[in-house]
């Protein structure tokens, strides 16, 4: 892995807090859908979520007062109206495939 970059503008800082609120908004989706998921992809599913999460929290120190510290409301939105749509394991794997 490279050398992360330093934050040098607010622009940049604020970049950093919208991608952080990307992240979370998309680790919150997989607490929906892993109720769906089986004993054998429930790991896998928890594993990216934990992605997820790491990359937000490695935002928010990026971003520093910029951090956002909330899931994006607009893709959360959206991914709040696909939910419905799961009924299953596959339907579930399909939509966080997705994101």
Known sequence: ???QQVI??????????YLQSIELAVA????????FLSDTTKPTATTFQAHHKEAADAL??????????APN???????????PLVTDERS????????
């Open 1 to 3: 892995m490279g050398a």
């Open 8 to 17: 040098n503008t607010p622009a940049d800082a604020a970049l950093a807090g």
């Open 28 to 35: 919150a989706a997989y607490d929906n859908l892993i109720v």
């Open 60 to 69: 928010a120190k990026q971003a520093g007062v910029s951090a956002v510290n």
């Open 73 to 83: 409301n607009s893709l959360a939105f959206v991914l709040g109206a696909r939910l």
């Open 92 to 99: 579930a794997l399909t939509l966080a495939f997705g994101v």
